[in-house]
Nanobody, 124 residues
């Protein structure tokens, strides 16, 4: 079993920045991702990172403002978010997969393990 715990959410003003963390239990090396779910919206893909951190992919709408990274020695994945707007208000979820491959890493269905989420609220 993989357990994930997000942290780092909070209230920030428009234009501000936050860095979310996701601590994973067990051995390192999972494919990891961040998703988010805004009020009244479906959960959407944000970013994903390969096991060794060499490959990263982002939602087109967030590319350039968000950065995913990982520290395998600490079993932690990060999401750095800049130039935040109220549209970024959401619960942010960390996800993990132990599978070596998937049809697409941008789909929720590709991840078997999920954290409880951390709330990010951006005020105008």
């Amino acid at each position: 079993q993989v357990q994930l715990a997000e942290s780092g959410g909070g209230l920030v003003q428009t234009g501000g920045s936050l860095r979310l963390s996701c601590a994973a239990s067990g051995q390192s090396g999972y494919r990891m991702a961040w998703f988010r779910q805004g009020p009244g919206k479906e959960r959407e893909f944000v970013a994903t990172i390969s096991r060794n951190g060499g490959t990263r992919d982002y939602s087109d709408s967030l590319k350039g403002r968000f950065t995913i990274s990982r520290d395998n020695a600490k079993n932690v994945v990060y999401l750095s978010m800049n130039s935040l707007t109220p549209e970024d208000t959401a619960v942010y979820y960390c996800a993990a997969s132990t599978m070596p491959s998937a049809r697409t890493w941008t789909s929720r269905a590709s991840y078997a393990y999920w954290g409880q989420g951390t709330q990010v609220t951006v005020s105008s």
